[in-house]
C-alpha cells in the first residue's frame, strides 16, 4: 500500500519555466490538497479538491493551477516559475477530513 | 476566520523529561477537530494524536497526551520521556465539521538534549 507518492521529489527551475507536480494516492480517498511549507510559515494551502473533476482554491492560489481529472491524481501546476515558488510541496489526501489526512513525502523545488 | 496558533517557535528538552507544545486556536464552531501533525528530519508528516471537541477526555497516544481546554481554547501537547527520536517539527491543527479542509499553525521546532 503505497499510499500518497509525490513526484518528482527534487527539483531545480528557471525562472520562467513551467512545471507539473504529480501527486497520486491508492487509497480511493476523495479529498485531495495541495500545501506549500516555507520557513516560519507554517503549511499554506494552494489549490484543493473534494472530487473528481472539482478544485478550489485555498489560502495562496496565485501563480498554481491544479486539475483533477482521475480521482486518484492531484496536479499541480506552475505556468511560468517565480523564485517566490522556491519552497517544500506536500500533497496530501483524505477519507473524512475530520480524521486527518495521510501526506506525500514532498517535493522541494527550487527557482533559480 | 479560524486561525491556530503556536507562540513557541523552538524548544528544547533533556532527553527522558516531559515537555509542553502549547497551541491555541480560534473560532466560533462547537463541532471541531484538533490534530497534532510530527514532521521529523525525513520530512514526512505523521499524525500524532486527534482530539473531537465533543469529547471532554484528554486524547492520548503510548507518550504522547494533550491537554483540550476548550473554553480556553487551548490544546498543548506533552511528551513524556522525551527520546531523540522526538525531535522534530510539531504542527497543531484545526478542522471543523463542516470545513473540507484543515488549518495549520506555523509549527515548534522541537530539540532532544541527549
Known amino acids: 500500500n503505497a499510499g500518497v507518492t509525490q513526484t518528482p521529489k527534487f527539483r531545480v527551475l528557471k525562472t520562467g519555466q513551467s512545471m507539473t507536480l504529480l501527486c497520486a494516492q491508492d487509497?480511493?480517498?476523495?479529498?485531495m490538497y495541495w500545501y506549500r511549507q516555507d520557513p516560519g510559515m507554517g503549511l499554506r494551502l494552494i489549490h484543493y479538491?473534494?472530487?473528481?473533476?472539482?478544485?478550489a482554491k485555498g489560502e495562496v492560489p496565485d501563480g498554481y493551477n491544479v486539475s483533477r481529472l482521475k480521482k486518484q491524481n492531484f496536479l499541480l501546476g506552475l505556468e511560468s516559475a517565480a523564485p517566490s515558488q522556491t519552497s517544500v510541496y506536500f500533497c496530501?489526501?483524505?477519507?473524512?477530513?475530520?480524521?486527518?489526512?495521510?501526506f506525500g513525502s514532498g517535493t522541494r523545488l527550487t527557482v533559480v | 476566520a479560524q486561525t491556530v496558533t503556536q507562540s513557541q517557535p523552538e524548544m528544547s528538552v533533556q532527553e527522558a523529561e516531559t515537555v509542553t507544545l502549547s497551541c491555541t486556536y480560534d473560532?466560533?464552531?462547537?463541532?471541531?477537530?484538533l490534530f497534532w501533525y510530527k514532521q521529523p528530519p525525513s520530512r514526512q508528516m505523521i499524525l500524532v494524536i486527534r482530539?473531537?471537541?465533543?469529547?471532554?477526555q484528554n486524547a492520548t497516544e503510548n507518550r504522547f497526551s494533550v491537554n483540550f481546554q476548550k473554553a480556553a481554547k487551548s490544546f498543548s501537547l506533552k511528551i513524556s520521556d522525551s527520546q531523540l527520536g522526538d525531535a522534530a517539527m510539531y504542527f497543531c491543527?484545526?478542522?471543523?465539521?463542516?470545513?473540507?479542509?484543515?488549518?495549520f499553525g506555523k509549527g515548534t521546532r522541537l530539540h532532544i538534549l541527549p
Open positions: 496530501a489526501s483524505s477519507y473524512s477530513v475530520v480524521r486527518g489526512y495521510t
Open positions: 491543527a484545526y478542522s471543523h465539521l463542516r470545513d473540507d479542509k484543515i488549518i
Open positions: 482530539q473531537e471537541a465533543y469529547k471532554q
Open positions: 487509497m480511493n480517498h476523495e479529498y
Open positions: 479538491s473534494v472530487g473528481e473533476g472539482t478544485t
Open positions: 473560532t466560533s464552531e462547537s463541532d471541531y477537530y
